[in-house]
């Protein structure tokens, strides 16, 4: 009965009712899965005599833990829209299979991602921009975390799988738990054990594993719609790969920021040095304030649309994304007033050193200029996802990054007679110039994508 009043309130609950049940949830699960990215980096700062030193050290190794956030979302991402879908057309068996093959590749991936940067971290951290004083501060949390990458598979590609049949506050308590664990023991380990970044891997690690033994626990229980069992994660070729075809564009989005934050980081170590990288391991800490809700919005906003394109409700798919993009905009246009009127508030979290904490104030304004525009982007293409178009989604998710971003960086700083400001002023204009074009794609296809119907 339960399951049938879930589906029955999918199908013709109120639309900003349903938004705030299952978008509230997420983004409050967002901002505290943000808590297990930055409270690390809060406490680092503040490390007596290498706050600084040891904060720039673990910015580098952001670009890492973006790949394994990538390689979950692959799955999750694209698993859950399409098990929504197959949920709304009433086919339960395929739905809980989904379910289960995605969570036999994301192990696979596990095994692969742990072994592969255990061995390669020190390279790769060289790669990335690391000095020989930073280096050592940047391994010892790399290779503490590495360990735990199967944790956090589980908790960021099956969470999704929560959210989408409609429990976001049991996907908002996976998040809980884990951040408020990260949030006591982080100082513990640091300072009461003088364990300095190893404790503060070891917190996460900790915190990962709580977060993951509550999603197997939800997944294997009685209360969800998809039980996760062993014969659904026998993989069938037919029900994985379009579920890794849609995931992609997730995939890429986060892919693609780790290449961009090593693009950032190596020209920003060339051009400004230490501080410079100490500054945008702030700022890409921030940044995570606008885009990390803004996913929580569009995760609330997801299971709707799914479910009504796939029960071919057009009506209500498009008053969902009218609610979720008046949403993100709005969010996302308040953050943007924030960072430009009062940086140093934000860089002052995260760093006690005062030319670090100066440095970053000027280069937020500039990188931050154009993160309005952020909640057009991402409102636009995770409605592409929601409505299972893999390959626009894809296109979208490439066009800010790879084809604008990613140039620019490396573009400006030649062309510009102050080239910090030219590294950094390229994210505002990738940030309205792919906002512009996702709009006008999703608005212009919009209704032909409905009038064809799932082809799912």
Same mark, same amino acid.
């Given at each position: 009965m339960a399951q049938q009043t879930r589906k029955q309130d999918m199908g013709s609950g109120s639309i900003p009712k349903l938004m705030m049940n299952l978008a509230i949830p997420a983004v409050v699960a967002q901002l505290?899965?943000? /808590?297990?990215?930055?409270?690390? @980096?809060?406490?680092?700062?503040?490390?007596?005599?290498?706050?600084?030193?040891?904060?720039?050290?673990? *910015?580098?190794?952001?670009?890492?833990?973006? =790949?394994?956030?990538?390689? #979950?979302?692959?799955? !999750?991402?694209?698993?859950?829209?399409? +098990?929504?879908?197959? =949920?709304?057309?009433?086919?339960? +068996?395929?739905?809980?299979?989904?379910?289960?093959?995605?969570?036999?590749?994301? =192990?696979?991936? #596990?095994?692969?991602?742990?072994?592969?940067?255990?061995?390669?971290?020190?390279?790769l951290l060289r790669l990335f921009g690391a000095s020989d004083v930073t280096l050592p501060y940047a391994l010892s949390y790399a290779r503490i975390y590495i360990l735990g990458i199967v944790f956090v598979m589980i908790v960021m590609g099956m969470n999704p799988f929560i959210t989408t049949q409609g429990f976001a506050k049991f996907s908002m308590i996976t998040t809980v738990m884990g951040a408020v664990c990260n949030i006591i023991l982080d100082p513990i380990l640091i300072f009461g054990f003088h364990m300095g970044v190893r404790g503060a891997a070891i917190a996460t690690v900790i915190s990962q594993a709580v977060s993951a033994t509550w999603v197997l626990i939800f997944l294997r229980g009685s209360k969800t719609m998809l039980r996760l069992t062993l014969p659904d994660m026998r993989l069938d070729p037919k029900i994985i790969l379009p579920c890794l075809a849609l995931g992609i564009s997730t995939f890429v989005m986060l892919s693609t920021e780790s290449i961009l934050n090593i693009s950032f980081n190596s020209s920003l170590s @060339?051009?400004? !040095?230490?501080?410079?990288?100490?500054?945008?391991?702030?700022?890409?800490?921030?940044?995570?304030?606008?885009?990390?809700?803004?996913?929580?919005?569009?995760? *609330?906003?997801?299971?709707?649309?799914?479910?009504?394109?796939?029960? *071919?409700?057009?009506?209500?798919?498009?008053?969902?994304?009218?609610?979720?993009?008046?949403?993100?905009?709005?969010? #996302?246009?308040?953050?943007?007033?924030?960072?430009?009127?009062?940086?140093?508030?934000? +860089?002052?979290?995260?760093?006690?050193d005062a030319s670090l904490v100066d440095y970053t104030v000027w280069a937020m304004r500039i990188y931050m200029a154009g993160i309005f525009s952020t909640g057009v982007q991402i409102s636009c293409q995770?409605?592409?996802?929601?409505?299972?178009?893999?390959?626009?989604?894809? /296109?979208?998710?490439?066009?800010?990054?790879?084809?604008?971003?990613?140039?620019?960086i490396f573009i400006l700083p030649q062309i510009l007679s102050n080239q910090v400001f030219g590294v950094f002023v390229a994210e505002p204009v990738s940030d309205i110039l792919a906002a512009s074009v996702t709009a006008f794609m999703l608005f212009s296809r919009l209704n032909r994508i409905l009038e064809q119907g799932s082809k799912v």
């Open positions: 505290i899965n943000m /808590l297990y990215n930055i409270v690390d @980096r809060i406490y680092i700062g503040h490390i007596p005599d290498a706050g600084a030193s040891a904060l720039t050290g673990v *910015g580098l190794f952001l670009p890492i833990l973006m =790949m394994i956030n990538a390689f #979950a979302m692959l799955a !999750g991402s694209g698993g859950a829209p399409r +098990a929504a879908i197959a =949920m709304g057309k009433n086919d339960q +068996a395929t739905a809980q299979k989904i379910l289960g093959n995605c969570f036999c590749v994301l =192990m696979a991936f #596990a095994m692969v991602l742990t072994v592969a940067f255990y061995i390669f971290a020190p390279q @060339r051009f400004g !040095g230490d501080v410079a990288v100490g500054a945008m391991t702030i700022i890409s800490s921030c940044s995570q304030l606008v885009t990390l809700p803004l996913q929580g919005i569009c995760q *609330g906003g997801q299971p709707i649309m799914s479910y009504n394109f796939g029960a *071919g409700k057009k009506g209500r798919v498009k008053q969902a994304f009218k609610c979720q993009f008046l949403a993100c905009t709005s969010y #996302a246009s308040l953050l943007w007033i924030l960072f430009l009127t009062v940086p140093q508030v934000f +860089a002052g979290i995260f760093s006690s995770q409605t592409f996802m929601a409505l299972g178009q893999a390959k626009i989604s894809l /296109l979208m998710a490439c066009l800010r990054k790879l084809v604008l971003l990613i140039p620019l």
